[in-house]
T-cell receptor, first 112, second 111 residues
């Protein structure tokens, strides 16, 4: 039981490049989330999903897209990376009967 | 004003000390409250949920004051391993799974 995993762990992008971050969970959770964490800002919700095939915007969705084609996977895409997207990205999931969120280990992204 | 506010610290305390953190929230419709622990460069992990009646888990006690809109975390007999950042997390309201995270309070327990 791996819990929540994220790929990759680290990445450096040049401005304008694109990439996809993958989140996978093996706990059969319905809800999945993408957050970013910046110094002095706390975790901020980018997008979330309440089930396979559904996604919704969080508080900072601009510049990101997401997809949830399979229940266990939640993908975060950056179409044209900007230096302002340099951050640590965390994926999380929880069962709809519980408020406890389980987090992945994070992806450290630097955009130069 | 931030929706969830915490004193960033750091709180430097000697081993064995008792330390308390507060967190205030602005949305009176908030329903669920949590304390998460985050070690340096690691993911947040749930420490405890906070119930209206207050709850205790070993050396940790959490309290909720709805009238004044704050939650607290008390750590007794601090251990070196308690050194971490403690995040206050509030659920925005009934029926939503969107959570607001505080910026965290850093605790350093000194030998």
């Amino acid at each position: 039981n791996a819990g929540v995993t994220q790929t990759p762990k680290f990445r450096v992008l040049k401005t304008g490049q694109s990439m996809t971050l993958l989140c996978a969970q093996d706990m059969n959770h319905e809800y999945m989330y993408w957050y970013r964490q910046d110094p002095g800002m706390g975790l901020r919700l980018i997008h979330y999903s309440v089930g396979e095939g559904t996604t919704a915007k969080g508080e900072v969705p601009d510049g990101y897209n997401v997809s949830r084609l399979k229940k266990q996977n939640f993908l975060l895409g950056l179409e044209s990376a900007a230096p302002s997207q340099t951050s640590v990205y965390f994926c999380a999931s929880n069962d709809r009967r519980s408020y406890e969120q389980y987090f992945g280990p994070g992806t450290r992204l630097t955009v130069t | 004003r931030k929706e969830v506010e915490q004193d960033p610290g750091p709180f430097n305390v000697p081993e064995g000390a008792t330390v308390a953190f507060n967190c205030t929230y602005s949305n009176s419709a908030s329903q669920s409250f949590f304390w998460y622990r985050q070690d340096c460069r690691k993911e947040p992990k749930l420490l405890m949920s906070v119930y209206s009646s207050g709850n205790e888990d070993g050396r940790f006690t959490a309290q909720l004051n709805r009238a004044s809109q704050y939650i607290s975390l008390l750590i007794r007999d601090s251990k070196l391993s308690d050194s971490a950042t403690y995040l206050c997390v509030v659920n925005r309201g009934s029926g939503t799974y969107k959570y607001i995270f505080g910026t965290g309070t850093r605790l350093k327990v000194l030998a």
